[in-house]
């Protein structure tokens, strides 16, 4: 079952793309998290401009607060990037395009993730923006569906 309805589907798409361009930062430490938290923000906007809703006063709180609150899980996503330098026998070069890889697919399903979310969150009664990070935090935890890999690859294909 789809969870991003086809008139968000520009707006997810674009954010999909954005996120994994700014993967290759990621080589940098965690200054892609910067440019993610900024992706999340204007999609947060655009999705609200688009469900007419006034859901969430302040998006750029929203966003850093719940990049804030998957740290452990995107710090996880880092380790497994830089781990890509560990393997035996793997050059640099290798190792780089393989960590960049691992930095786009996180940074893209949580994307993906946080843009369902927020659809969801659009078509619910008002809420705290401290309620709403909670919902994106709890959300975000969870590890990928074969459903949701199946979304975002058609999403990417549109």
């Not at 393997?87 to 946080?114: L, Q, R």
């Amino acid at each position: 079952m789809a969870r991003i309805p086809s008139k968000y589907i520009p707006i997810v798409k674009t954010a999909l793309i954005a996120s994994a361009a700014i993967s290759p930062l990621g080589l940098l430490g965690s200054i892609d998290a910067v440019g993610v938290g900024a992706v999340w923000t204007t999609m947060f906007i655009a999705i609200r401009e688009k469900a007419n809703s006034t859901l969430g006063g302040d998006p750029k709180r929203i966003a850093v607060a719940v990049a804030t609150g998957i740290a452990r899980y995107y710090l996880g996503c880092k380790a497994a990037t830089f781990a890509c330098f560990c393997i035996p026998g793997v050059g640099p070069i290798i190792a780089a395009i393989a960590a960049m890889g691992v930095s786009a697919v996180c940074n893209i399903y949580f994307t993906y993730s946080f843009a369902a979310t927020s659809i969801e969150l659009m078509n619910k009664s008002h809420y705290s923006d401290d309620d709403i990070i909670g919902m994106f935090i709890e959300q975000l935890k969870r590890l990928p569906s074969k459903d949701e890999v199946k979304e975002i690859a058609a999403i990417y294909n549109s």
